[in-house]
């Protein structure tokens, strides 16, 4: 364990403990539902509509978040990223209307993940590239792990309160703001303001093949907690059983995924990424076969082993790609691939579980996972060549 934490700058581990911090407090994305309903009292099509209008949000922060870290500097965009998002949960946290909770979801939606692109730019400046892979791995270690006990904290909360659970996330966004603006320096270099835009992204096309494989990943993964408790209860299985089935995914992620980042590291990264989306498409194909619970669990087991492996190193393709000067930008690209995902892959998965059946969502589960790996695998000369050229810059 040692040996996949040493090595890293003070840069990294400032970052890698804000988010830490943050995600101990991301409790209102979670039970937003439950407070829209149980709260603030409004039926189910509406609170349907609010979290598109989240969803929303979601997807312009990372595209907000790319441009601001090009453009204004790493720090001062993770700062004030999480300076925004705090004011924001304060302020839904008030608004009583439909139109102020309305106006305050899309603030939230539109903040909260504004720091992503900013906080993996920084990654791939302040990283040597042989380490990078270990150094996104660990972010995504503490954002799981940080997740699994908020999920515990906020159900206490919220017993005593919603109000609270405003507060404890605002106060965790504010605690990363600190951290940001006290501990990492602003450097003097500053990428040139005007090398390129999100088109100059938009025109690379080995960027947006992989922004392609990426979504498939996405839109395949949101099916564990939209289709699968549905297809479990179809079965007459409960929501405790689905709970057993999915509390698997989080034991292996935190379990696993510091065992094998350095090894992974040291293989092609197109290779790592391929069979991370094979075992993703295998593990929910699986669920074809599943009856009980226990089936679904070592369904679940498998497709969360793809994801360990997909995700260790899925963020140092992005970092591999991307020129210094528009590392914001590349960032919130592969952003949009997750908030996209997350809009449409519910949609499709329910379309599919309703009009085909659970056998047809899982076998075109396995079919995306299959394709993905597949595109991966044709992209990798040229990830490989161009991964060969890679240059560092420095944290502004």
């Not at 990426?214 to 179809?234: C, E, K, R």
């Not at 991370?276 to 679940?300: D, E, I, K, N, P």
């Not at 597949?374 to 000369?381: A, D």
Request: include cysteine; aromatic fraction near 8%; charge should be positive.
């Amino acid at each position: 364990m040692v040996a996949q934490v040493g090595g890293l700058p003070r840069q990294f581990w400032v970052l890698w403990g804000g988010t830490l911090v943050n995600r101990l407090g991301t409790m209102v994305e979670p039970f937003l539902a439950l407070y829209l309903t149980g709260v603030r009292h409004l039926p189910l099509i509406t609170v349907g509509v609010v979290l598109v209008v989240f969803g929303c949000g979601s997807f312009v922060s990372h595209l907000l978040g790319g441009w601001l870290a090009d453009r204004i500097g790493r720090r001062a965009t993770l700062t004030g990223g999480m300076v925004a998002a705090a004011l924001s949960l304060v302020a839904l946290g008030y608004a009583e209307s439909l139109a102020g909770i309305v106006v305050a979801v899309f603030a939230v939606g539109a903040t909260m993940d504004m720091y992503r692109p900013a906080s993996a730019a920084a990654v791939s400046d302040v990283v040597p590239s042989r380490d990078q892979p270990r150094a996104f791995g660990l972010l995504y270690w503490a954002v799981n792990m940080g997740f699994a006990i908020a999920m515990v904290i906020g159900g206490a909360l919220a017993r005593e309160g919603f109000y609270l659970l405003f507060l404890a996330n605002a106060l965790t966004c504010l605690v990363f703001a600190v951290l940001i603006w006290r501990a990492v320096p602003k450097t003097a270099a500053r990428p040139p303001a005007h090398t390129g835009s999100y088109l100059t992204v938009l025109k690379d096309g080995t960027m947006v093949a992989y922004t392609l494989v990426v979504f498939a990943f996405a839109a395949v993964h949101v099916q564990s907690i939209t289709t699968l408790p549905l297809a479990m209860g179809a079965t007459g299985l409960s929501p405790s059983d689905y709970g057993l089935a999915i509390g698997i995914n989080g034991v292996i992620v935190l379990v696993l995924q510091p065992l094998i980042v350095g090894p992974l590291a040291a293989r092609d990264h197109s290779r790592v990424v391929a069979v991370g989306m094979a075992l993703l498409g295998a593990g929910f194909g699986l669920a074809t076969l599943a009856g009980v619970t226990w089936q679904y669990m070592a369904s679940v087991a498998v497709w969360t082993v793809g994801e360990v492996v997909f995700m260790t190193v899925a963020q140092t393709i992005v970092a591999d790609l991307s020129p210094p000067e528009l590392r914001g930008r590349y960032n919130g690209v592969h952003g949009v691939a997750w908030s996209a995902a997350n809009m449409l892959g519910p949609l499709a998965g329910t379309w599919l579980l309703h009009d085909f059946g659970s056998t047809t969502l899982w076998l075109t589960c396995l079919g995306t996972g299959l394709a993905g790996a597949t595109g991966q695998l044709l992209l990798r000369p040229t990830i490989r060549r161009r991964a060969g050229s890679a240059r560092q810059a420095v944290l502004v």
